[in-house]
């Protein structure tokens, strides 16, 4: 049996660049850093001092002001990511949908972070009696998924995913499953976070993840350059409308791509660390070919992981020269390399920066790439070029091993 086809009908992102996708490419497409000296919180001890933060979040109103104030962050950039991807699909909140042919999947690696660290100090200060009763739910990692269906009386499918930073492909790949299966026409689906906060930096500084250059920021991602150090902590989130073609046909729905396929896979190997042999990637980028139907020749643009790590880069290049018989006819970026590492976010908006480079049919740059590792063997442009993607690959990979990879092409009717 054929399957059910599945087009992309709406996008949204909350960004260190803005909320607005035009602005989100253009910064992009200009080589523009987003990561700066942190600022809204003290971090003079921390090993790490910047990210790629949201400083002045617009919640453009699409939150009143007392629901802004009160919930975590990440609830607030996945309502916002989730409603401005329903506006781009022409689905107002007086929409005249199947609310149960209609589910949210935002996931999140991390969930409320600042709503945590605040609880924490207020148990720890002022005492049991103090608690928010707001602090659990405004934790749990669902509610993003959960305050949008609210929002929106969507009924179907609704849940959160937790794969670190492979979250966002997960969840495309889920919804993708459901529409597939039949259990609901239509998904607004991604990642979202919000864990640059004391408690998310001084983590990842134990771990030793984090790039150390605090004396130029902007520099410091530099995804498979020689000198990079580590990766630069990014936030926000990044949501696509998933829907069944004959669903989107029927209501007129714009179609910005088409999604063909996805794959999973986890390395089975090491927490933190990859394989350096890259088996695991490549069994996850062989499964999306297999899923979506598309030969390993057929690639020609890669939304790379890429997260500047020393281990990480060399691992996924080695996977990509497993899979692809010539990746010299594939061009690839690192979309980290400007708005850092959003975590269970990044596969959300590296799926949002790759459908909208294939819609503009320009590519953007890879920045601060001045001494490419050695062995890199696919076109990773410095500059932002003009390309006619026909096969998009976009790649996600999360502590704990698990990797996740989706393919999307324009739509062809």
Known sequence: MSKKRIVVSGMGVVSCFGNDLKVFLEKLLQGESGVKTIKHFSCEEFTTRFAASIEEFDHEDYLDKKQAR????????AMVAGA???ESANVPKDHQLDPKRCGVLIGSGMGGLDMFFSAVETLKEKGARRMSPFFIPFTITNMGSAFLAMEYGFMGPNY????????ANYAFINAAQHIRNGDADLIVCGGVEAAITPIGISGFCACRALSKRNDEPARASRPFDKGRDGFVMGEGAG???LESLDHALERGAPIFAEYLGGG???????MTEPRSDGAGVALCIERALEDAGVSASDI???NAHATSTSAGDVAEISAYKTVF???SKITMNATKSMIGHALGAAGGLEAVATLMQMQ???IHPTINLEEPEEGIALHVPIKMIEKDIQYALSNSFGFGGHNASVIFSPYRG
């Open 70 to 77: 009160r919930v975590d962050p990440f609830i607030a950039y």
């Open 84 to 86: 401005k991807a329903l």
């Open 160 to 167: 959160s995913v937790a794969t670190a930073c492979a979250t």
């Open 239 to 241: 949501v696509l409308v």
């Open 264 to 270: 999973m896979s986890c390395d089975a190997h090491h």
């Open 300 to 302: 020609d643009y890669i």
């Open 325 to 327: 018989p010539d990746p």
């Open 360 to 362: 503009e049919g320009k």
